[in-house]
């Protein structure tokens, strides 16, 4: 009861929990990924799973909708894919990243910094070039309050609000808040609002919104920083008396024990300092004897399960599994492995349809537009039909199976029983349906013309010849 006493949180608004302690959560979030190993190999896990090799583009079409034939709805869709395949290696206003590394970043960026910003570089097209769409990833400290709006009501961690809480401007500084060294004007701002005239985002704000009302996000590690230093300054303590235990190795009795130590030891100003080495020989005075010497059994026994209850703790609070967390699986086995995974898998494939949704699409939307007013798609009454022309799937980063026969086997019976669909079964793998089906039958025409069998060997094909193989061995051994 005592303990529920002096615990009194604050109640704010989500805003007012946040903004005062974000800048010190982003500088122990950035300071965690460059010096803890399990901070930095939780971000890595994390965002490798989330992008992998990119977030690819699927366009859909409806050809009823549309008006057009089969045919034609196919041909459109390859040349969609093609002018964002084109301008996905380019896209970098630096000219330094193509689009899946941008993804990448973004994501990293939102775990580390707790958001981040997408501005939209757009040209207008000119007699002597076309029009054009870059982007530049802002990170989330440059995004904050000018001198002399730290107090207004509408201004939200460098977010200027309307009264239904939509975002109308973002001041964004120019340079890096702590670069005063490197820019003599750190304090200088340009403000870009939301939208253009045409109603285009201008910037893109990526975070993940937990409370209503919350305009900027916090870093993955927020619930677990306690934890973390915890951790280091446990492992560090093993580390200091492990070193120190060594130091000790013999043990030798002399009358003059002191003036042995004098001799080993060095005077500065008015103390007399002697240095720990290890293997070192240390005196003791007569009489005195050694029955043990505490610490020499390093690492402790309760090492291991200490640092073990600790990152299960931080896995709880990031979301992900333990044995992705410490990339242990010496006490897994095939089931438990299979069900942290797919329950790690869930936390990560919302932040692949975050990413998809309000990343890809809202940038494949500006792409597609421009490539129309540059005459490199024909797409007949565009802005009348701009969403059918826009439909899309993104297909995110698949994941390998665990057992490949068994969830092969799974597959085939969840399509064959009308549970799942072939397009499902490959967007798990990260792969698309129709190339699949495309392929297979380029596999299948070649066999044919190399007079090879159209049939692969099946399952049953492979156990009659381990049977026979074995029926070989049996009477072989007899």
Request: with cysteine; glycine share 6%.
């Amino acid at each position: 009861a005592k303990v529920l006493e002096e615990w009194q949180p604050r109640g704010h608004s989500a805003d007012g929990d946040i903004l005062q302690d974000l800048n010190s959560l982003r500088q122990k979030s950035r300071d965690l990924n460059r010096n803890n190993s399990y901070a930095c190999g939780i971000t890595n896990t994390f965002t490798f799973n989330t992008i992998g090799s990119g977030i690819k583009l699927q366009s859909r079409l409806n050809h009823e909708k549309l008006g057009l034939t089969k045919e034609e709805s196919l041909k459109i869709q390859e040349d969609i894919e093609l002018e964002w395949e084109k301008w996905s290696k380019d896209c970098d206003i630096a000219g330094r990243l193509d689009f899946t590394e941008i993804q990448t970043q973004c994501v990293r960026q939102i775990l580390e910094n707790g958001d981040v910003f997408i501005l939209i570089h757009r040209n207008k097209s000119t007699a002597k070039s076309k029009a054009s769409i870059k982007l530049q990833i802002i990170e989330a400290d440059r995004v904050c309050n000018p001198l002399g709006k730290e107090s207004d009501p509408n201004m939200r961690g460098g977010i200027e609000i309307g009264k239904n809480g939509e975002p109308l401007n973002y001041y964004v500084r120019n340079t890096y808040p702590d670069d005063t060294f490197l820019h003599p004007k750190p304090d200088e701002f340009t403000k870009i609002p939301a939208f253009d005239k045409s109603g285009n985002r201008n910037i893109i704000h990526l975070f993940v919104q937990d409370r209503p009302g919350q305009n900027r996000g916090v870093p993955l590690f927020t619930p677990v920083l306690n934890l973390f230093k915890i951790l280091d300054g446990f492992i560090e303590s093993e580390l200091i008396s492990a070193k120190v235990a060594s130091c000790f190795s013999v043990f030798i009795k002399k009358e003059d024990s002191y003036g042995a130590a004098m001799s080993n030891s060095d005077l500065v100003g008015d103390q007399r300092l002697q240095k720990l080495e290890p293997g070192r020989v240390e005196y003791l005075n007569e009489g005195e004897e050694i029955s043990g010497f505490a610490g020499m059994n390093r690492p402790s026994n309760a090492f291991a399960p200490f640092v073990e209850s600790i990152l299960r703790s931080i896995s709880a609070g990031v979301g992900l599994s333990y044995e992705l967390v410490s990339q242990d699986y010496s006490k897994s086995n095939y089931s438990s492995s299979r069900s942290s995974i797919l329950e790690s898998r869930k936390r990560i494939q919302s932040y692949q349809r975050f990413i998809s949704s309000k990343l890809c699409q809202e940038i494949f939307k500006s792409v597609i537009e421009i490539a129309y007013l540059n005459k490199n798609l024909d797409l007949n009454d565009f802005y009348t039909k701009k969403e059918d022309w826009l439909t899309t799937t993104w297909v995110p980063n698949g994941w390998k199976w665990i057992d490949p026969k068994k969830s092969a086997e799974a597959a085939v019976l969840s399509i064959n029983n009308g549970i799942s669909s072939l397009a499902e079964v490959c967007a798990s793998r990260g792969v698309s349906w129709e190339e699949v089906l495309e392929q297979q039958a380029k596999e299948k025409k070649k066999r044919e013309d190399l007079g090879l069998s159209s049939v692969m060997a099946t399952e049953k094909t492979f156990d009659d010849e381990d049977d026979a193989t074995n029926e070989e061995e049996e009477t072989s051994n007899e």
